[in-house]
T-cell receptor, first 110, second 112 residues
């Protein structure tokens, strides 16, 4: 059974304090790993797709990396507007469906 | 503007009633999905459709039904058989069934 575990469940940072969110996964064969951002009461917003170990993608203050067992979402010098829940999901090879983790709730204080 | 719309944003239902949630997309995507989100839980797949007139059950399909008569539309009916329907419902679509999924704004359903 495919499993996705995100840690920590919640993270509080001061503005400018860099950190990383973790997504550990177990899947028979990985087609892709997805990161989304979700604001309260809204639908998830797509951030990144990673396909193979060693791949990295960046967008503004966010950088996602992938290994064979886990993915990290690095947040550099975060701002209060980065506060959101970050969701990780995996798509097994040959399947169209996603398995989601429970998310990490990030709060960045000014 | 291309995108996914869901309506209504908020929905209240009495016990024993069926309700239908709307999901429309103008992205020309082939695949569409319905998820349920509960506090402290990951998104769980209810139903998905890879092509018009065809759909498959997800992990938690009991008490729900769908139709896919048009490429643009994938309505979800929450039936009275769903034991605990209060949740945030999210619709998503992707160009093909293995592409990135994009989400709508969601419908919050509350059973009174």
């Amino acid at each position: 059974e495919d499993q996705v575990t995100q840690s920590p469940e919640a993270l509080r940072l001061q503005e400018g304090e860099s950190s990383s969110l973790n997504c550990s996964y177990t899947v028979s064969g990985l087609r892709g790993l997805f990161w989304y951002r979700q604001d309260p009461g809204k639908g998830p917003e797509f951030l990144f797709t990673l396909y193979s170990a060693g791949e990295e993608k960046e967008k503004e203050r966010l950088k996602a990396t992938l290994t064979k067992k886990e993915s990290f979402l690095h947040i550099t010098a975060p701002k209060p507007e980065d506060s959101a829940t970050y969701l990780c999901a995996v798509q097994p090879s040959g399947y169209s469906t996603l398995t989601f983790g429970k998310g990490t709730m990030l709060l960045v204080s000014p | 503007d291309g995108g996914i719309t869901q309506s209504p944003k908020y929905l209240f239902r009495k016990e024993g009633q069926n309700v239908t949630l709307s999901c429309e997309q103008n992205l020309n995507h082939d695949a569409m999905y319905w998820y349920r989100q509960d506090p402290g839980q990951g998104l769980r797949l209810i139903y998905y459709s890879q092509i018009v007139n065809d759909f498959q059950k997800g992990d938690i399909a009991e008490g729900y039904s769908v139709s896919r008569e048009k490429k643009e539309s994938f309505p979800l009916t929450v039936t009275s058989a769903q034991k605990n329907p209060t949740a945030f419902y999210l619709c998503a679509s992707s160009l093909e069934n293995t592409d990135t999924q994009y989400f709508g704004p969601g419908t919050r359903l509350t059973v009174l």
